[in-house]
């Protein structure tokens, strides 16, 4: 169980067009739900935080304006990188949170998404 | 934000077991510390987790000192297949807002 899916997994896109990156639950609801962004050898980076049926909550650094949140369902949350340019290449990881045995909860991440922006 | 510091990276041989170390300093009483590995070009994967009591699963057993400052993955028997990089994590709310520091850089030694 537990089952977090991502698509695509790899996109190359030219510089100035936008690109959406879909992010599922699939085996459970998730009211909460966050995109990380992570360049090469380097750590996660959290993005933002993403709530069913509201806005999505920015850190600090990270244009809402460029990179567009939807979570739209318990179980569907998209990210739109907005007029891509090469500096956005990176890998995209989503995580939508989820409760363990015993009450307590954690992250369940996806497969990542490689965007190349040319 | 929640922080914690690990070794950049540790090798271990195959077979053998493995350490893997975690200081929490800003952890608070009710935090829970997660652990999570992430292979190549994929998302990280949860490990274990715990409060206070250690841990125990299919995968690691996870040690946390008395205090809550450092805990410790311990892989009983490393593969091949657990080469990959270890993060620990703890979080002021919940499964909201894991940091992700350097992580561990594991290496298995055939």
């Known amino acids: 169980g537990a089952v977090v899916s991502q698509h695509p997994s790899r996109v190359i896109c030219k510089s100035g067009t936008s690109v959406k990156i879909e992010c599922r639950s699939l085996d459970f609801q998730a009211t909460t739900m966050f995109w990380y962004r992570q360049f090469p050898k380097q750590s996660l980076m959290l993005m933002a935080t993403s709530n069913e049926g509201s806005k999505a909550t920015y850190e600090q650094g990270v244009e809402k304006d460029k990179f567009l949140i939807n979570h739209a369902s318990l179980t569907l949350s998209t990210l739109t990188v907005t007029s891509a340019h090469p500096e956005d290449s990176s890998f995209y990881i989503c995580s939508a949170r989820g409760w363990l045995a015993g009450g307590a909860d954690t992250q369940y991440f996806g497969p990542g998404t490689r965007l190349t922006v040319l | 934000d929640a922080k914690t510091t690990q070794p950049n990276s540790m090798e271990s041989n195959e077979e053998e077991p493995v350490h893997l170390p975690c200081n929490h300093s800003?952890?608070?009483?009710?935090?829970?510390i997660h652990w999570y590995r992430q292979l190549p070009s994929q998302g990280p994967e949860y490990v274990i987790h715990g409060l206070t009591s250690n841990v125990n699963n299919r995968m690691a057993s996870l040690a946390i000192a008395e205090d809550r400052k450092s805990s410790t993955l311990i892989l009983h028997r490393a593969t091949l297949r657990d080469a990959a990089v270890y993060y620990c994590t703890d979080s002021r709310t919940g499964a909201n807002n894991l940091f992700f520091g350097t992580g561990t850089r594991l290496t298995v030694i055939p």
């Open positions: 800003t952890i608070s009483g009710t935090d829970y």
